[in-house]
T-cell receptor, first 114, second 112 residues
Framework: DQQVKQNSPSLSVQEGRISILNCDYT??????FLWYKKYPAEGPTFLIS?????DKNEDGRFTVFLNKSAKHLSLHIVPSQPGDSAVYFC?????????????FGTGTRLKVLA | DVKVTQSSRYLVKRTGEKVFLECVQD?????MFWYRQDPGLGLRLIYF???????EKGDIPEGYSVSREKKERFSLILESASTNQTSMYLC???????????FGQGTRLTVV
């Protein structure tokens, strides 16, 4: 049962344009949503997060939007740069067994074309 | 800077071997996690720990065990390695609030 879903395995965008990565979830008890970026043969690095009580969080070129009624979040990257080419994972944190654990989606591979 | 260090970047082991993957964090985090990453499957949680000597099963614990004798160190043990355990293994740590987890660089394990 996939609680966090990224339905687009890949996305290609021209340099300078907007990249929009999407994520859907099923559990309304998630408290935080996070985006991670991963290069091949490296560990994921944290990009940006949003609390479940907010609907938008912005950090430089990265903005995350949360639509709780639709159980949907998206990551916007503006403007996209070639160095943004990586796999992006959406994650959600849920309280269970005495602490928070992180549940990840399957990832979206972003390719930014120069 | 938070640092999560995994003992090996690449490992090749034989079927049936007992394998130890070590992870150390320097941020005094209570929580530590082991994930594996496989193409098309994302990151799947194997085990996690929220305190010394405490451990909880994740979504795919079969064939694995863990050890947390000190707060900064979390070990993943493959009791008898099998070829279907060939994967990228990722260790992470966090404070208990669920806001952000920090990952190590990963260990690419190949079981032959």
């Amino acid at each position: 049962d996939q609680q966090v879903k990224q339905n687009s395995p890949s996305l290609s965008v021209q340099e300078g344009r907007i990249s929009i990565l999407n994520c859907d979830y099923t559990n309304s008890m998630f408290d935080y949503f996070l985006w991670y970026k991963k290069y091949p043969a490296e560990g994921p690095t944290f990009l940006i997060s949003i609390s479940s009580i907010k609907d938008k969080n912005e950090d430089g070129r990265f903005t995350v939007f949360l639509n709780k009624s639709a159980k949907h979040l998206s990551l916007h990257i503006v403007p996209s740069q070639p160095g943004d080419s990586a796999v992006y994972f959406c994650a959600a944190s849920a309280l269970g067994s005495g602490t928070y654990k992180y549940i990840f989606g399957t990832g979206t591979r972003l390719k930014v074309l120069a | 800077d938070v640092k999560v260090t995994q003992s090996s970047r690449y490992l090749v082991k034989r079927t049936g071997e007992k394998v130890f993957l070590e992870c150390v964090q320097d941020m005094d985090h209570e929580n530590m996690f082991w994930y594996r990453q496989d193409p098309g499957l994302g990151l799947r949680l194997i085990y996690f720990s929220y305190d010394v000597k405490m451990k909880e099963k994740g979504d795919i614990p079969e064939g694995y065990s863990v050890s947390r004798e000190k707060k900064e160190r979390f070990s993943l043990i493959l009791e008898s390695a099998s070829t279907n355990q060939t994967s990228m293994y990722l260790c992470a740590s966090s404070f208990p609030q669920g806001t952000e987890a920090f990952f190590g660089q990963g260990t690419r394990l190949t079981v032959v």
